[in-house]
């Protein structure tokens, strides 16, 4: 079984861009990595990781 892993680097607004690269490209799968952060932090910084899975098609 091969598998291909491609890194592409986009300017733009992280997790809007993250889910139309993903929509336009007909990409299967995005890992993405969390800080972890809670409470205030979390409210204040947001979370990319948690707007793509809201965002993305099928999470």
Same mark, same amino acid.
């Given at each position: ?6 890194t592409e680097?986009?300017? =733009?607004? /992280? ?7 993903? &929509? ?14 809670? =409470?205030? /932090? ?7 990781a &948690?707007?793509v899975?809201?965002r993305?098609?099928?999470?």
């Amino acid at each position: 079984m091969e598998t291909e892993i491609r890194t592409e680097s986009i300017d =733009g607004k /992280a997790d809007s861009t993250i889910v139309t690269y993903a &929509e336009e490209h007909d990409v299967d799968h995005i890992v993405l990595g969390s800080h972890g952060r809670n =409470g205030l /932090a979390r409210y204040l910084l947001g979370s990319v990781a &948690e707007s793509v899975a809201r965002r993305a098609h099928d999470p």
